[in-house]
């Protein structure tokens, strides 16, 4: 019982920082908070340029590749590491 509640912990802590991470990422790139949905106001939904969008795949793929397996088959994520 104490490793399935360890282990919900580290997954909803997991979450909550990747939530709050993205919402930093965004607000620092365009200057706009969303909301706790991260929903953006209507009046500022297409005040986006080219460049903010670029910028944000480009850090989603910089975040992705340590998701990326490595040579003896474990794939490595914030939190731990799965074996496969």
């Given at each position: 019982m104490h490793e399935e509640v360890s282990e919900a912990e580290?997954?909803?802590s997991c979450l909550s920082?990747?939530?709050l991470v993205v919402q930093v990422i965004r607000f620092?790139?365009?200057g706009i908070l969303p909301n706790f949905e991260g929903i953006e106001p209507d009046e500022k939904h297409n005040l986006h340029s080219k460049g903010n969008i670029a910028?944000?795949?480009g850090i989603s793929?910089?975040?992705c590749l340590p998701r990326l397996r490595n040579g003896d088959g474990e794939?490595?994520?914030c939190?731990?590491?799965h074996t496969s």
């Open positions: 580290n997954d909803i920082i990747s939530f620092s790139l365009t910028a944000l795949y793929v910089f975040f794939v490595t994520t939190c731990q590491t």
